[in-house]
């Protein structure tokens, strides 16, 4: 088994246990969202400012490793024409029973976003990329992707995880790992991550993730940081997450 299998098996154990990330919204959170009430999130706790959408309705959108009924069906409600990818069977059964029970069309596929992306070139306006490559080894072919399938004039709102938390302990007191974090090279953190229940993770560089999209070719406009929800680098108020704006010229 590849460690992409592992982490799809291990994000649906997480969602049969009642994962906070695996919820999807409610019919009254829909219906809010068809009224103009609504928010988003790339990272754990920053709500996404309305502005980076610009206006929805009509535009094509890809959510990418984006499953779960919790961002797609805003966008629907807004308007949008939604395709979303994620490797996660239950991610993607839920967002099929979210469209089913409120009647709006949305494309679904199961497919690993380390792979090319299964899309002719320019095929979105818009690429919505919460935090999950933190669960890919490699970015930068991600981010080549996301280059190549958006229009000229698309733009791509990425959420990415820090280093910061694959450097500490369980408590997140001690400083016990180096960098990068990549257990396919390290066994003690492969064991770290198996004793801790996180499936298959790995920490990318600022270089790999700003850097790579500068690479690709996009133009970064904004970005916020981000903490963790809980825990004591939150309490620190140590930022351990970006969300990105980033063009495509």
């Known amino acids: 088994m590849n460690y992409q299998d592992i982490n799809a098996e291990t994000i649906d154990r ?61 966008f629907a409600a807004l308007g949008a024409d939604c395709t979303v990818l994620d490797y996660s069977p239950l991610q993607c059964e839920s967002e099929r029973l979210v469209a089913q029970r409120e009647g709006y069309a949305i494309r679904i596929l199961r497919e690993d976003m380390t792979k090319p992306l299964p899309f002719p070139d320019e095929s979105f306006d818009l690429i919505f990329h919460p935090v999950s490559n933190c669960y890919v080894r490699e970015v930068r072919l991600i981010w080549r992707e996301c280059f190549r399938v958006l229009r000229h004039g698309g733009e791509l709102l990425s959420g990415t995880d820090h280093f910061v ?27 770290q991550l198996r004793r801790d229940d996180c499936g298959v993770q790995f920490s990318h560089s600022l270089e790999e993730q700003i850097g790579g999209q500068l690479e690709a070719g996009f133009q970064l406009l904004e970005l916020y940081e981000d903490y963790n929800g809980e825990g004591r ?16 010229p």
């Open 14 to 74: 997480w969602i049969r246990e009642g994962w906070e990330w695996g919820k999807p919204i409610s019919h009254e959170s829909y219906e809010k969202a068809k009224q103009g009430e609504w928010n988003v999130l790339l990272t754990p706790t920053r709500p996404v400012p309305h502005r980076w959408f610009g206006e929805l309705k009509g535009k094509k959108i890809l959510g990418l490793a984006s499953g779960g009924g919790q961002q797609m069906p805003i």
């Open 165 to 191: 938390n694959y450097i500490v302990d369980d408590a997140e007191e001690r400083i016990v790992n180096a960098l990068p974090f990549d257990p396919l090279k390290n066994p003690e953190q492969m064991e």
């Open 233 to 248: 680098l939150a309490e620190l108020r140590i930022p351990c997450f970006l969300a990105m704006r980033s063009g495509k």
